[in-house]
């Protein structure tokens, strides 16, 4: 299984920022898939996550009623999208996305893990 994220970059408060998650390979359809952030100096906690064929979402309290996750299936390739509105400074951190089976002890997922990407947000 390959993770590629993309879509970082510096937005200024208030503003949006969507990132992608590429995710090829091996992927079983019961897969979870969703997204990490670690802050500077900080542990790296769940974000929002997207579970199987069902796409049964779930998002950290932060995230709750300001990121949307969807997930977008083409072949062997999956996509996932975290749209992020509202931005503020606290959502400054690098964000991984991560992939493998749900419901067990981590956050989402964290079979597999792509590069991060970082987000910066900032006036």
């Known amino acids: 299984v390959q993770l590629q994220a993309s879509g970082g970059g510096l937005v200024q408060p208030g503003g949006s920022l969507r990132l992608s998650c590429a995710a090829s390979g091996r992927l079983l359809d019961h897969y979870a898939i969703g997204w990490y952030r670690q802050a500077p100096g900080k542990e790296r906690l769940g974000v929002s996550c997207?579970?199987?064929?069902?796409?049964?979402?779930?998002?950290s309290g932060s995230a709750e009623g300001r990121f949307t996750i969807s997930k977008d299936n083409k072949g062997n390739k999956i996509t996932v999208d975290l749209q992020m509105n509202n931005l503020s400074p606290d959502d400054t951190a690098v964000y991984y996305c991560a992939a493998g089976e749900p419901y067990g002890s981590a956050w989402c997922a964290d079979n597999y893990w792509g590069q991060g990407t970082l987000v910066t947000v900032s006036s």
């Open positions: 997207i579970v199987g064929t069902e796409g049964k979402t779930y998002y």
